[in-house]
């Protein structure tokens, strides 16, 4: 990566939302191709480099010198996290999955576990073709039956973000 004047890494440091933009005009791509090389998913390098470049401005007094050294340190950090984070989410789904086989042997009820199952796959479905926030959104609007409000707050989010996290979870989900 190109690095950027120390005198804009400076305004950043301090807080100058113009440093900060011009820093996200000059690194976005290439930290967004990082993320589409790394998880294979549009949606996926979106929604990771927006949270690169929220860290980066959390700690935008931490930077040194060597602001592309700590954006890929960032992106590098990130991407770990994402990756535990689906893995997590694979075993868990894996384990749901082996209690209700197990509830289904004790219990006898097919149907129930076939509901169960097609919830589980559904969930499954989603986690793999939203985003984790947009899937999350989803989940707790559709699912829990959540406000608008409610899921902001939990999420500490604005309204008009999950309204449109939603709408496009709806898109993705009618192109299936």
């Known amino acids: 990566m190109e690095s950027i004047d120390i005198y804009t890494v400076e305004e950043l440091s301090r807080g100058d939302v113009r440093a900060f933009n011009r ?6 791509k290439n930290i967004w191709l990082y993320f589409k090389k790394k998880t294979g998913r549009h949606e996926i390098a979106d929604e990771l480099t927006n949270d690169a470049f929220d860290r980066l401005w959390k700690y935008r007094d931490r930077i040194d010198t060597d602001l592309a050294a700590y954006l890929r340190q960032i992106s590098y950090s990130i991407f770990l996290d994402w990756q535990r984070e689906t893995e997590k989410e694979r075993r868990q789904m894996a384990e749901y999955l082996s209690e209700y086989r197990q509830s289904e042997d004790q219990t006898g009820g097919q149907d129930a576990l076939n509901a169960q199952l097609d919830m589980a796959y559904l969930v499954n479905k989603l ?6 926030k947009r899937c999350q959104v989803f989940l707790m609007s559709r699912m829990h039956g959540m406000s608008y409000d409610e899921i902001a707050k939990a999420l500490s989010i604005s309204k008009a973000t999950v309204k449109d996290h939603l709408v496009k979870a709806k898109k993705k989900i009618a192109e299936m």
Do not use: G, N
Not at 23 to 28: C, E, I, T
Not at 127 to 132: D, G, N, S, V, Y
């Open 23 to 28: 820093v996200v005009d000059r690194y976005y």
């Open 127 to 132: 986690a793999h073709i939203l985003p984790k």
